[in-house]
T-cell receptor, first 115, second 110 residues
Framework: KAGVTQTPRYLIKTRGQQVTLSCSPISGHRSVSWYQQTPGQGLQFLFEYFSETQRNKGNFPGRFSGRQFSNSRSEMNVSTLELGDSALYLC??????????????FGQGTRLTVV | QKEVEQDPGPLSVPEGAIVSLNCTYSNSAFQYFMWYRQYSRKGPELLMYTYSSGNKEDGRFTAQVDKSSKYISLFIRDSQPSDSATYLCAMSAYALKTIFGAGTRLFVKA
């Protein structure tokens, strides 16, 4: 069974640009969550999508947005990049309902560097 | 106060030692408790998943949840250098976002 796939693995962008990251969840998983991980702040929750709807949202500015497609694949977009957006962006997928709802599996992440 | 508190360490132990990692939390609604292991430059890997209070054992790993004290633990027996990683606790309830601890960096010396 294929795991969670994130693309690209590495990305370098300049300030002011925008970026789109992609996540393909495990087959059958309908929930996709996005996290930002930095050495100083740890894992910070961005948002969760379930069945193409945003179900939960963290405390990030509106420059961070996402969406989910009917096949459960998800994209995350960051506009007007700032130096502080440099981080490892992780995607996690889970079934999304029932008592195994929160057993989440992570991808390898996309390491974004803003210069 | 953070919803989940976890000592970032680092924690350094000799090979073969028993390691105890802990987290406390404040939200009594949490019902699902997880431990993840993260190696450098990799995504977190799910180690243990526990529902409500009690113990769960898997090989050298034991997870404990005490909901009355809002305290969870992960024990690693006979620790190995390959266990050197960052260990993250996480907790959630159905349809709520999962909250992670800051992670504890563990070093197991050969």
């Amino acid at each position: 069974k294929a795991g969670v796939t994130q693309t690209p693995r590495y990305l370098i962008k300049t300030r002011g640009q925008q970026v789109t990251l992609s996540c393909s969840p495990i087959s059958g998983h309908r929930s996709v969550s996005w996290y930002q991980q930095t050495p100083g702040q740890g894992l910070q929750f961005l948002f969760e999508y379930f069945s193409e709807t945003q179900r939960n949202k963290g405390n990030f500015p509106g420059r961070f947005s996402g969406r989910q497609f009917s096949n459960s694949r998800s994209e995350m977009n960051v506009s007007t990049l700032e130096l502080g957006d440099s981080a490892l962006y992780l995607c996690a997928s889970s079934l999304g309902r029932g008592d195994r709802d929160t057993e989440a599996f992570f991808g390898q992440g996309t390491r974004l560097t803003v210069v | 106060q953070k919803e989940v508190e976890q000592d970032p360490g680092p924690l350094s132990v000799p090979e073969g030692a028993i390691v105890s990692l802990n987290c406390t939390y404040s939200n009594s609604a949490f019902q699902y408790f997880m431990w993840y292991r993260q190696y450098s430059r990799k995504g977190p890997e799910l180690l243990m998943y526990t529902y409500s209070s009690g113990n769960k054992e898997d090989g050298r790993f034991t997870a404990q949840v005490d909901k009355s004290s809002k305290y969870i633990s992960l024990f690693i027996r006979d620790s190995q250098p390959s266990d050197s990683a960052t260990y993250l606790c996480a907790m959630s309830a159905y349809a709520l976002k999962t909250i992670f601890g800051a992670g504890t960096r563990l070093f197991v010396k050969a």
